[in-house]
């Protein structure tokens, strides 16, 4: 039965789920969540530390869909 994750990502619960449009809307979903979360509302995280995550993930999202 299909679940959301702690990130809201959806888990089918299978192990062979890793097809590259679900990586790419996982990551794609992922990346609109972290730019929506107020980050000021979390305690130990600077906006500035959120941001360089954020431009993380949009590099990681990148680089899967390039090797996909």
């Known amino acids: 039965m299909p679940m959301k994750t ?3 990502l ?3 619960g299978t192990t062979d789920v890793s097809t590259p449009e ?4 996982d990551f794609a979903e992922l ?3 972290h730019e929506n979360t107020d980050w000021s509302d979390v305690p130990g995280i600077s906006a500035a530390e959120a941001g360089a995550w954020t431009s993380h993930l949009i ?3 990148k680089t899967l869909q390039e090797g996909l």
């Open 59 to 61: 590099e990681t999202q």
């Open 6 to 8: 702690s990130a809201g």
């Open 10 to 12: 959806h888990d089918s």
């Open 31 to 33: 990346i609109e969540q």
């Open 22 to 25: 679900i990586v790419e809307a």
